[in-house]
Each structure stands twice: as C-alpha cells, then as structure tokens.
C-alpha cells in the first residue's frame, strides 16, 4: 500500500471554489481503481491550507489516476486556486504502533 499526502494552500478568496470542485469529484476519486482511501484535512489554524490523505494498493494505481482525465481536468482547476506550491509525498507504512 501507497499513502499519498498532498498539502495545498489555497488563496482565501477561492477556498469555496476548492470545496464545490472536491465534492463533485470525491466519488470519482475514491472509486478511481487502486484507491483504497480517501479524506480531505483542514489545518486547525489556517483554514485556507488544506491536505489530501489518501491509500492507494501501489504506485503503478496512483500514477495511473494521474495519467487519467480525471486527474488532468481535477488538478487544472485546483491548481489555478493556489496561493504557494503544493506540497505532496509518497510514503508507506513501516509500523504500526499498537496500545
């Protein structure tokens, strides 16, 4: 398993924008085959930062959903609402720490 973080600040002004583009793509995103996880983070602080978490089975399946129309027409939006570049980052899980 892929987990995929994707840290975004958006400007102030086109957070709403951001918001309405996400709850009508969530569905897609997280039917895309290979995604096994999907949620949307706001910072407690910051309200116009926000992050993507997502699972996904490997690195071919999310490079796939990057290769997609989905994908391309998402993140052309998304990424016209920026106020700095996105931070995103590959990593798998070495350990779980159980109680």
Same mark, same amino acid.
């Given at each position: 398993?892929?987990?995929? $973080?994707?840290?975004?600040?958006?400007?102030? =002004? @086109?957070?709403?924008?951001? !918001?309405? &583009?996400? +709850? &009508?793509?969530? @569905?897609? $995103?997280? &039917?895309?085959?290979?995604?096994?996880?999907? +949620?949307?983070?706001?910072?407690? #602080?910051?309200? &116009? $930062?926000?992050?993507?978490?997502?699972?996904?089975?490997?690195?071919? *399946?999310? #490079?796939?959903?990057?290769?997609? =129309?989905?994908?391309?027409?998402?993140?052309?939006?998304?990424? *016209? !609402?920026?106020?700095? /570049?996105?931070?995103?980052?590959?990593? /798998? $899980?070495? =350990?779980?720490?159980? @109680?």
């Amino acid at each position: 398993m892929l987990i995929r $973080i994707v840290r975004m600040t958006f400007r102030e =002004e @086109k957070v709403a924008a951001f !918001l309405a &583009n996400f +709850e &009508n793509h969530k @569905k897609s $995103i997280r &039917n895309f085959p290979g995604c096994e996880h999907l +949620e949307l983070w706001q910072d407690e #602080n910051q309200k &116009n $930062i926000f992050t993507t978490y997502s699972h996904w089975k490997s690195e071919t *399946a999310l #490079n796939q959903y990057r290769d997609s =129309e989905l994908f391309k027409s998402v993140w052309a939006f998304t990424k *016209a !609402l920026f106020e700095e /570049k996105p931070i995103a980052f590959s990593s /798998k $899980i070495l =350990e779980e720490v159980q @109680k």
